[in-house]
């Protein structure tokens, strides 16, 4: 079977025929021998199984069939002509509308600011930026980019890792003081734990690993929410353990206000990823979206 390049290129010469009139002209346009170019539409003729000119010693006339095929072949060029300088100029210059979802507190802290200097650099975007608790389901088709934390199950979408994360149990000096240092995952279990609200993650249960051994640690506590923000101002108010993202505390780790708590122990992972559904991959705002993304993520680590 002939493949869709070939085809457009059996196209092109085609077309190129017409224009010059003649195998030979045709032949010294493109390099060839005329016996070359002659074997060529001959070629191409078995391929489709008609014949598409009539030849004369002094010129080349169409069949009926000739003329289907090179108004076709015009069109079918002309179309390729237009898709490949639309997707130039995009890559070159993104605009139009984008559909961005991400979640509250990290689409607040992070998403926002990026997408504003996003918009102010690339000025023919429009922005649409919505932040929920959960991630919508890309099937809806309701977004161009949703940014999450891990990879999504789905495997009709592109996930693409924009930054490296990982969870941190972590709680304020005072706290600790208050109710004592936790030694064992174990000692959870007796102390204040500030839960949130994720998704369709487990509620109240802590999944903490050390080697190959991995506990399951159902936590209680008298505070509980669905905003990160709320949680984070709990924890550094002194009002109980809190796992939040590296993202998210490690301004409080550095300055004292926050301390790590278990820190030889590990959560399961929360990397950032920007997903979207493979229709958009060469979309150039899109994908000139999550480039921006992922560089201006990597600078606000170093």
Same mark, same amino acid.
């Given at each position: 079977?002939?493949?869709? @390049? ?10 190129? %025929? ?17 016996? *070359? ?9 078995? #391929? ?20 289907? &095929?090179?108004?076709?072949?015009? *069109? ?6 237009? @898709? ?16 961005? =979802? *991400? ?6 802290? $992070? ?5 504003? *200097? ?15 608790? =959960? ?25 693409? /890792? ?14 600790? #003081? ?7 995952? $174990? ?10 609200? $994720?998704?369709?993650?487990? &509620? ?13 640690? /159902? ?17 550094? =108010? ?13 301004? &409080? %780790?550095?300055?004292?206000? %926050?301390?790590?708590?278990? !820190? !030889? ?10 997903? &979207?559904?493979?229709?958009?991959? %060469? ?20």
């Amino acid at each position: 079977m002939t493949s869709p @390049v070939h085809a457009s290129d059996e196209m092109a010469f085609f077309v190129e %025929l017409m224009k010059r009139g003649s195998l030979a002209a045709t032949a010294r346009e493109l390099g060839v021998t005329p016996p *070359a170019t002659s074997k060529r539409l001959a070629n191409l003729e078995a #391929r489709l199984g008609v014949a598409l000119l009539n030849r004369t010693t002094r010129r080349l006339s169409l069949t009926p069939e000739g003329e289907v &095929y090179l108004a076709t072949a015009r *069109a079918v060029l002309a179309q390729i002509d237009d @898709v490949e300088r639309e997707l130039s100029q995009a890559a070159a210059e993104p605009k139009g509308m984008l559909r961005v =979802n *991400a979640t509250l507190g990290f689409g607040r802290n $992070h998403v926002a600011p990026i997408a504003a *200097a996003f918009c102010r650099r690339f000025p023919q975007v429009q922005m649409q930026l919505q932040l929920t608790v =959960n991630p919508p389901p890309l099937t809806e088709d309701a977004f161009d980019v949703c940014i999450r934390f891990g990879e999504p199950p789905e495997t009709r979408v592109i996930a693409r /890792k924009i930054a490296s994360n990982r969870r941190l149990l972590v709680a304020s000096p005072d706290y600790l #003081r208050r109710r004592g240092t936790v030694k064992t995952p $174990h000692d959870l279990a007796h102390h204040d734990c500030i839960s949130i609200r $994720h998704g369709d993650e487990a &509620y109240g249960v802590w999944r903490l690993s050390k080697g190959r051994q991995v506990e399951a640690i /159902k936590v209680s506590g008298a505070m509980s929410t669905n905003d990160g923000d709320i949680a984070m101002q709990w924890a550094l =108010n002194g009002l109980g353990i809190l796992m939040r993202a590296e993202w998210d505390v490690e301004k &409080y %780790l550095r300055s004292g206000r %926050l301390r790590q708590v278990l !820190e !030889e122990y590990q959560t399961p992972p929360a990397d950032i990823y920007a997903v &979207y559904p493979a229709t958009q991959q %060469l979309t150039g705002r899109v994908r000139s979206f999550v480039d921006f993304m992922a560089e201006s993520l990597q600078r606000t680590r170093r």
